[in-house]
Structures are given as structure tokens and as C-alpha cells.
């Protein structure tokens, strides 16, 4: 049976819920819109960079990768991609192990508002 | 009718009153149907402003189109938004406004809903100047919708001075989200057509009151013809389509129609680069017996274009020309590579040259006259592409096909 109390903290969790959402939807200006490997991806070591595609322009960003064992297998920080100012790219290093591999990217949208994300993939041989 | 509006306050006085919480919950995510009356279409299904998508900041201030409409049997302005969402999203917004321009003999007045945070949605209408900013002088009525494709659909009263015959010039659409904090509390989000800033050259089509009263079949959108007498009677409208897009050079063609149809209209379609204050180019057609006209413009960079009959303006279109670049490698004797290619058109700018993978270029260099050249010494082995960057915003950057230096 939902007592009174029970109700009240429902409630208030809900009314949590609107004014997380408006936070969310007031900072949300700038998105990923792709990723190159897709997240959650597996695709051939033979990789040699890294992109990740936003819905808007980015005033400058980093993008860098880490593999087994938290080792940076980015060349440099990368950056804003000269050739599609919405999208980050960085180079990858030769010779890179099957195994499990994190991209981390930040930027700082045309609007100036700051985010920083990650998402994850894998190398097979 | 007034939409549904609802707002964590509101959410928190509804689950107060023991609202089941599914149902608060289905409110807060807007999911809820709420019955609307049918928008008034744009007259002739034309509307006289439309926007891209996408550049508006929010899906609830991006402006997809507007439109006047008499098919109520009033005067009526709709105001088409990615998502109809009739509230401020900046945390600090204390509104949020919708508002539609247009000159009439010289004032520019506006018809506008704004919303606040409440859920409160108001409507007004009054005059606009760039130095005195809004001045309200009423309060007008409307309604907005909700959901995808949402609408704002606002009265437009006579004191507007839009009255029977009246000409309502060089409309557009300026959305913002108010915010007393800042030194400009106005903080404009999106301008339809066009960017973002009151004061681009960019504008819908004109519209003439009292040129599209509602026709025998409701929700035809109005007859453009119904109001317009014999086929002597004045143009009421100018149409104009162009390709948004053009890659390389060459000219681009616009073409249109008069409303009502006729032919031997003059019709002045000028073409003036986007990111210059240079004379626009004018080229003079006269309509066919159908009302339609097509010419061939020239087009070197991303262009504005617009057209103008018997005094009545055509919306203005922007041309986004996309650069073409080649890139060549040649080897000499002695093992040194020579890296050069074309950029068409022919514009001014800068060319990277870059590895493949790489964010940061090996070599820049300067593009003249359609032409670039890499002079560096040595290049270290590898697959690279050239991107032409145009000065000015004159066109879109554009990236080569790559090549491998050995």
C-alpha cells in the first residue's frame, strides 16, 4: 500500500526529474551526432585515427586515446579537424594490440559551453 | 485555446494535488495529446519564410519557416519551430520570445508570443527599431502547439497597420531567450531567414493583406488567386527558388513565379556575394504567360539572391558555394616533391596540407588566382589531402582527394 510519505518522496522525486531534464535540455546545444569507430565497436588494428562528429561547430576541442593498460596510443592531443570544423580527429600510433581501447574528448562548442565525453571500442587482428 | 505548458513548479503543484504519477510524469515529458485547432496554412502552400533546420540553437527556437495566413478570416502570422517546447531553456532565462517582423510604410512592427518560465504563454504586438529595441503597444491573442513541427499562431492586429491592401515588407522571424543578467537581456538564438543577428540583409517574401482570403475548400491554405481580380491586377507575390547548394563554379539558376500569374511581368533578380558589400549583380526577365521566370546568374562565391516585381519582394536565398580543390604531386630529379593544385572557384584563401590522420597541417599556403604550391623541402613519407580554407566565409572548405608522397 503507498502511504502518504511514500507518495510525497515520489513526488519529489518526479519534480527532480522536470528540473534535471531543463538542465539538461539548457546545455545540451552542441551533441555528438557520430563516431568513427562507432562506440562499442570492433574493427581491424589497422587503425589510424580516431573522429568523433558533433551537430554543431566547435571552437577548438582535444581528443585523445588510451588502450590496454591505460597507454596513450594517440599521436598528440588532436583537435578540431581542418577539413569539418564539427568534428575532432586524432591520428593513431602504428602497430596497435587487439584489446580494448578508450577515446576521451572535450571541446568547447562555437557558443563557447564546454563538454567532455568518452565512449569505447575494440581492436581485433 | 492555450497548449499545454508545463513547469517543474506547475509538475510540483500538480503531484501536491496527488496527481497519479504516471500521468505527472507523461505531462513532464510532453507526451501528452492535447487537442488544437487546425494551424492556418501558408496561402497558396507557400510559405513566406523558411530557415534550415538546425541553426536555432534550440529545437524550440529553431524557426523552420512562418507564414502569413487570412484563411481564419483574420490576419494571422504562424511561426513553425523544430520542436514546439513554449517555454525558456536557459537556466537563468526569465522568457523566452517568438516574435515576426515586417515593415509597414517604413516602421518595422512585430507580432510575437513570448513564455515564461511558468508555462504563462502571452502574445503582443508593437514596433521594433535596432536603437529602441521592442516597444509593446498591445496585447493580441493566439495560440501555440506542442510537439514536433510545434507552431505559435498570433494574431496580427490592424494597428499593426496591417489593414486591407496593406503591403507587409521585408518580413522575418527573430527568436531569443530573455535574460536580465546580461548586459543585453535579449539574447537572440535564432533570425529566420538567415543567422542569428536583427540586422542581416536577409528576408522573407512580402506579403500583401487581404491577397489570400480563405477559399471555398477549408484547409486548401487560400486561393492566392481568389483576392487578386482579373489577370491585370497587381502582383500580390514573388516566388524564388535557387539551389542552396553549388559546387565548383559556374552560374546557378533561379528561377519563380508571380501570383497571381501572368506574363509580361519585369522581374529584377540580383545576386550580391554574401560576405561583401560590393554592388549586386541585376538581371531584368519578364514572366511567361504562366507567371514563371528563370535566369541564369553568375555566382562566384556563396551568394544572397533576390527577386522584385511590380514592388513586391521575393524571400531572399543564400547560395552556399562548396569549393572544388585538386591536388598534384610531382616528383623532381633528386628526389624533392612539388605539391600544388587548383581551387575553383577561383577565391582567395589559404590550403593545408595534411596527413590523413592529423588535426595539424605539414605546410600551408596561399591560394592565388585558383592556384597553390607547396615549397617545402622534403616531406616525410605518407598519404595527404589539401583543404582549401576561403577567406571571408566566401565559401564552404573543401578537402582533395589524398595522394602519397614516397
Known amino acids: 500500500m503507498i502511504t502518504l510519505r511514500h507518495h510525497i518522496h515520489l513526488i519529489a522525486v518526479l519534480a527532480s526529474a522536470l528540473v534535471l531534464g531543463a538542465a539538461t535540455a539548457a546545455s545540451a546545444h552542441t551533441e555528438v551526432k557520430s563516431t568513427s569507430p562507432a562506440g562499442g565497436a570492433t574493427v581491424k588494428s589497422t587503425l589510424t585515427k580516431v573522429t568523433v562528429t558533433f551537430t554543431g561547430e566547435l571552437k577548438r576541442g582535444t581528443l585523445r586515446v588510451t588502450g590496454p593498460g591505460g597507454k596513450v596510443v594517440s599521436a598528440g592531443s588532436g583537435g578540431r579537424d581542418p577539413r569539418n570544423t564539427s568534428r575532432l580527429i586524432v591520428g593513431l600510433k602504428s602497430s596497435l594490440k587487439p584489446g580494448s581501447y578508450t577515446a576521451s574528448w572535450t571541446v568547447v562548442a562555437a557558443d563557447g559551453h564546454k563538454q567532455k565525453g568518452s565512449f569505447h571500442f575494440k581492436l581485433r587482428k | 485555446m492555450r497548449p499545454l505548458q508545463i513547469s517543474a513548479a506547475r509538475a510540483r503543484r500538480a503531484a501536491v494535488a496527488t496527481v497519479p504519477a504516471v500521468a505527472a510524469l507523461t505531462l513532464s515529458l510532453g507526451m501528452c495529446p492535447a487537442a488544437f485547432g487546425a494551424v492556418p496554412a501558408p496561402c497558396g502552400g507557400v510559405a513566406q519564410i523558411s530557415d534550415p533546420a538546425g541553426d536555432g540553437h534550440h529545437p524550440n527556437t529553431d524557426v523552420l519557416s512562418a507564414w502569413f495566413s487570412e484563411e481564419a478570416g483574420r490576419l494571422q502570422a504562424v511561426i513553425k519551430v523544430t520542436t514546439g517546447n513554449w517555454q525558456p531553456l536557459h537556466r537563468f532565462s526569465d522568457k523566452a520570445g517568438w516574435l515576426i517582423l515586417f515593415d509597414v510604410g517604413g516602421q518595422t ?37 506542442a510537439g514536433p513541427n510545434g507552431t505559435a499562431t498570433i494574431d496580427v492586429p490592424a494597428e499593426t497597420g496591417a489593414v486591407a491592401g496593406a503591403l507587409l515588407a521585408k518580413p522575418f522571424v527573430l527568436t531569443y531567450e530573455h535574460d536580465l543578467s546580461l548586459p543585453d537581456p535579449y539574447e537572440l538564438v535564432d533570425r529566420a531567414p538567415g543567422g542569428v543577428t536583427a540586422t542581416e540583409a536577409v528576408f522573407g517574401a512580402d506579403y500583401v493583406v487581404g491577397s489570400c482570403p480563405p477559399s471555398p475548400a477549408a484547409g486548401s491554405g487560400g486561393d492566392p488567386n481568389a483576392g487578386a481580380g482579373d489577370a491585370t491586377s497587381a502582383t500580390t507575390a514573388v516566388v524564388l527558388d535557387a539551389p542552396k547548394r553549388r559546387v565548383g563554379s559556374g552560374p546557378v539558376r533561379a528561377s519563380g513565379r508571380v501570383v497571381p500569374a501572368r506574363g509580361g511581368v519585369t522581374v529584377q533578380v540580383s545576386v550580391k556575394p554574401s560576405a561583401s558589400t560590393s554592388v549586386p549583380i541585376v538581371r531584368s526577365v519578364q514572366t511567361l504567360g504562366d507567371g514563371s521566370f528563370s535566369v541564369l546568374l553568375p555566382v562566384a562565391e556563396s551568394s544572397t539572391i533576390s527577386a522584385v516585381g511590380d514592388g513586391i519582394n521575393a524571400q ?7 569549393s572544388t580543390i585538386r591536388m598534384t604531386l610531382r616528383r623532381l630529379k633528386g628526389g624533392k616533391t612539388v605539391v600544388g593544385g587548383l581551387v575553383r572557384p577561383r577565391l582567395p584563401g589559404r590550403v593545408l596540407l595534411l596527413r590523413t590522420n592529423a588535426a595539424t597541417p605539414s605546410a600551408t599556403a596561399r591560394a592565388r588566382n ?3 604550391r607547396f615549397t617545402a623541402r622534403r616531406f616525410a613519407r605518407g598519404r595527404y ?21 614516397r
Do not use: K, M
Open chain 2, 109 to 145: 512592427h512585430f507580432a510575437r508570443v513570448e513564455a515564461l518560465p511558468t508555462g504563462e504563454v502571452r502574445y503582443d504586438y508593437g514596433t521594433w527599431t535596432l536603437a529602441g529595441g521592442f516597444v509593446t503597444a498591445g496585447a493580441t491573442t493566439g495560440e501555440v502547439a
Open chain 2, 316 to 322: 531572399t536565398l543564400v547560395v552556399t558555394v562548396q
Open chain 2, 370 to 372: 585558383g592556384h597553390f
Open chain 2, 385 to 405: 589531402e589539401a583543404v582549401f580554407i576561403p577567406s571571408g566565409n566566401r565559401a564552404e572548405r573543401s578537402t582533395s582527394a589524398s595522394g602519397v608522397i
